[in-house]
Each structure stands twice: as C-alpha cells, then as structure tokens.
C-alpha cells in the first residue's frame, strides 16, 4: 500500500461538493461543531472543504506542514483513526503548535484512501468542549470516508479524461481541428476554451474546424461553450468552421435560434470544410 498520495489533480471538484453537502449530516450525528476533509502532500496537508457551524476555525485552503499536524498521526495509527476527548491534554498532541493556536479539545478523525488503498488524506471531526467518540461514532466515520473514496476516484477518472477531452489536430499551417465527444460540461468546458484558445495563439492558426458529430447534445441545446469559444475565435481573427451537425439537430436549432446566431461557418463535413478553406488532400 502507497503511504504517500502523489497525483497532480488541483481540483476536486465532485469530492468538495459531496462533502459539503454531508458535513451538516456528519456534524449532528457526531454532536460536533468542525467537520473538514483534507489533502496530503508531499510536505503539506491542505483543507480541501470544510463546514464550521458555528465559529471558523478551520478554513478551506488551510495548510500545515505534514509533520506538525493531527493527520498524520490518524494515518500512521493503528487502524487509520486517532480520537480524543482532549487535544490540549492529550499527551499525543499537546506540545503540537497547530493545538495552541487552534484551542480544540474533542478530535475524532480517520485515513481517507482511493479506491486502490492508497492515502489521499483524512475526514476529521473537532469541537471546542471535550467529546467522547465511541466505537459506533469510529465506524460511522469510517463508513463516510469509504463513500468519499468513490468520489475521490470520480474526480481522478474525469481528471484523467480530459486529457482526451480536448483533442485538436494541427492539419497543417494555420489550420487545427477540434473533435469534440460525449458530453460537455462545466468542467470540460473550461478546459476546452483554455486549450483552444491557447492553441489559435501559439500555433498562429487562421482557421479551426470545430466537428459535433460526436458530441452528445442534452435536451437539444447547443453547449454554451461553443458560443464562447466561436465568439473568443471570432475576435482573435480566427476564423471557426461547423461540421456534423446532424440534419435533426439542425432543425430544431431554427426554433431556437442557437446555431443562427453566431459568427461561423457551417458545412456538412470535414472534407467540405477543408474544400472551404482551399485545403486539398492529396492520396500518394
């Protein structure tokens, strides 16, 4: 088992939002007022989420030096848990620096792992009076981090692809074209504008080939950030190229006016918009 969590993901987006959404949850079964959910790394741990009932005492983005903090002591205990009644009398944590400044007495917190076994972080439970956490608030715990380490593998798997979500093709000088597949949602969409736009600027391009046929349009809209990213293209001189929009599509696009609007050219294929262009593929 990998004592050391290593990956390159900044954003766990489904992981914040799924916890935030259980620390109310998490806080009254416990009887507890601070419920956060950390990341390990390399020489930090850093609160992910957090959700203060009443006064903020641990705040989203909050770091700690590895050595100095209480999860490393969950995680190199026995059992992947380590609970007090006490922190600032406990003899385990009571001469660490982050105890002084944080005042707290009752900690319950257990290892937060993926789905492979390997250390992500913890999910900790803390209060400013003195907390009794028997073995049914451990398990309770426990069996919280082991649906997070679903949500945690969702994060990796959407981090991962992507990596595959974005594929732009440089044809040839001042022409790429972006295939886009499957759904496209708040997250890819980011990403894809980022790419996109970075790619028509660094590589000079002139003109981009945008192909839908494989994109999976929801409730027959057209994804906002095709509107975006036609318009950003638009002002950098680049000039965007529809293709396989299919004949269904586009007819219930006239009702909505979504494709009619924009600033681009459209054409039944990729073939027709390299004929467009003036580009010809020559079989050797």
């Known amino acids: 088992m990998a004592d050391e969590y290593e990956n390159e993901i900044t954003n766990y987006y489904s992981l914040k939002s799924v916890s935030h959404k259980m620390f109310d949850l998490i806080s009254k079964q416990l009887n507890v007022k601070t419920t956060y959910v950390t990341r390990r790394g390399k020489r930090a741990i850093t609160v992910l989420s957090s959700f203060n009932e009443e006064e903020e005492i641990i705040t989203e983005g909050y770091s700690v030096e590895y050595g100095e903090t209480y999860c490393r002591l969950i995680i190199m205990n026995e059992g992947n848990t380590m609970h007090t009644k006490n922190l600032m009398t406990d003899a385990r944590t009571r001469e660490l620096e982050v105890t002084g400044q944080l005042k707290i007495k009752g900690f319950l917190g257990v290892t937060l792992k993926d789905l492979k076994g390997n250390v992500f972080g913890t999910l900790c439970v803390m209060d400013r009076k003195e907390r009794e956490f028997s073995e049914s608030d451990v398990n309770y715990l426990h069996s919280i981090a082991g649906i997070l380490s679903h949500i945690i593998e969702l994060d990796e798997t959407k981090h991962h692809m992507g990596f595959l979500s974005v594929p732009i093709i440089p ?70 190229i529809i293709t396989g929009v299919s004949p269904a599509f586009a007819h219930e696009q006239v009702y909505h006016f979504d494709l009619t609007n924009v600033k681009t050219k459209y054409v039944n294929n990729i073939q027709s918009a390299l004929d467009y262009i003036g580009y010809h593929l020559v079989e050797k």
């Open 171 to 240: 044809l040839t000088e001042g022409v790429s074209i972006l295939s886009l597949q499957g759904i496209v949602d708040e997250i890819r969409s980011e990403q894809i504008i980022s790419d996109v736009l970075h790619n028509a600027a660094e590589s000079d391009i002139d003109f981009f080939i945008i192909d839908l046929s494989k994109l999976y349009i929801q409730d027959n809209r057209f994804p906002k950030v095709l509107f975006t990213l036609i318009n950003a293209l638009h002002l950098m001189g680049v000039e965007t």
